[in-house]
């Protein structure tokens, strides 16, 4: 934990901040139904945390936001952008939109450093010394700034994790979303990664994860979302969610999460 | 008698070996070394080809591959990304092409763009250019399987992670996809070319000139002119595996490499 020093870009920190407004949103494959008319704001500034069981359709609809998915129905606006307009430009909405993948996803044949640089480079047409020098920043942001010469397969799942939310950062977005971002790590890693999250929450980065880490959402998100079966069942601030849900499917969902060892014999 | 599992697998061992070894001296005492030396083994007249084999047939091998594999690399890159296209024509123009050229001998294609072309166009190519052309073409359809197997077996996040960046596609695959594609692809590449290098001995269906002579048709010309019957074509055959076997070698040794780090 010692090595992930943080806190706010020094001096005057430019808070970038992009919202999200999802309306009646659906999404399938096939005959499938998997997002049922979904419809969520994210204001600028503000983190959500979308809780859930596995195939509620979290994952779908974050990568709906920045048209890993593309969406059947309904409309999604990020920032400026209509995402679900016909003539989006989806890659200059997409510089602004930073993605952390559960996998990482990070480049095996770039090192660290060049993670982080190379969409600089070839998509801002940032100067590589420019751009050498913004990821070095994000690296140490993330606690990581003396690996930037490492490779991928050099580098811990937790590290390569915080060289993707570093590489994400690099592009200076103004939302970032987070698919599962600690679910394939090792146990004893997990936390660096979210406390790499926490402080980006405390500077001001509007932040959409989709997590099992309910500790986390209770204490970074300012709003939670609980999805089931393809539809949003609750939200509200994150602690009246996760505390005192109202909802029975909610209820059932917490239970299980925040005692796993608890098993309900009449199921 | 009773054998244990042991004792079976060892007189097994010792049978099989003494079938080679039969089978070796039977070549042996069958051959007839007086004629052998004569023609096959001649190495006291060969000295006339050196150390022009080097200079015209060595080297014109070494060009008509390396012409060949750009030519089959660029062709093979294009149809292995129409065949990954969503775009159903390219899908089936690339599908169309990698068939026929992997159907056909490559000798046909050689003889087509030789003699074919000329009497189509009216044009005259010289040899070079149809060498090039000829095994570029070939070269193109098998390199096309090989990349596009390289191609996906890039896992789909590598472009998901890179178009998320804001790249464009064909950025995402010159920047991220590609580069990874051939490293895992360095080794069946690396064989191709040994196969190239074969390949451009087809080359004697065309009339060549004694400057444009490879390695083959340098050895068939030594077979007429130097009265050491075929030891010239010997001569040339141990010149195509100083070729072919540090290829091999290095093909061996990407192998290596790529199980030992994903890098």
Known sequence: ?267 | MALTARQRAKVSLYVQAGIFVVAIAALILATDWKTMANSVFNFGKIGPMFPDIFLVGLKNTLIYTFLGFVVGLSGGLLLALMKLSSFPLYRWIATGYIEFFRGIPALLVFIAFGYGVPLAFGVQWNVTIIVMISLGMVASAYIAETLRAGLQAVPKGQLEAARSLGMPQWRAMVSIVIPQAFKIVLPPLTNEVILLTKDSSLIYVLGLTASQFELTKFGRDGISSLGAGLTPLLVAGAFYLVITIPLSLLARKFESRSARTKR
């Open chain 1, 1 to 267: 934990m010692n090595d992930v020093v943080n806190g706010p870009r020094g001096g005057a920190a430019k808070v970038h901040a992009a919202g999200v407004a999802i309306r009646d949103l659906r999404k399938s494959y096939g005959s499938n139904e998997v997002l049922k008319g979904i419809s969520l704001e994210v204001k600028p500034g503000e983190v959500v945390c979308l809780i859930g069981p596995s195939g509620s359709g979290k994952s779908t609809l974050l990568r709906c936001v920045n048209l890993l998915e593309q969406p059947n129905q309904g409309s999604i606006q990020v920032g400026g952008f209509e995402a679900t307009h016909p003539d989006v430009d989806i890659d200059k909405m997409r510089r602004k939109v930073g993605m952390v993948f559960q996998q990482f996803n990070l480049f095996p044949h770039l090192d660290a450093k060049r993670n982080c640089s190379i969409a600089q480079t070839k998509v801002l047409k940032r100067s590589q010394a420019e751009a050498d020098k913004v990821s070095l920043h994000n690296l140490e942001r993330v606690g990581l700034g003396h690996l930037a010469d490492r490779f991928p397969d050099q580098l811990s799942g937790g590290q390569q994790q915080r060289v993707a939310i570093a590489r994400a950062l690099s592009m200076d977005p103004e939302l970032m979303l987070f698919d599962e971002p600690t679910s394939a790590l090792d146990p004893e890693t997990v936390g660096d990664v979210l406390s790499v999250m926490r402080n980006l929450a405390k500077e001001g980065m509007t932040m959409l994860v989709v997590t099992h880490e309910m500790g986390f959402a209770r204490e970074v998100a300012d709003r939670v979302v609980f999805m089931d079966g393809g539809v949003v069942v609750e939200e509200g601030v994150a602690e009246q969610v996760i505390s005192a849900p109202t909802q029975p499917r909610t209820q059932e969902f917490l239970r299980r999460v925040l005692d796993p060892t608890h098993i309900d014999i009449q199921e």
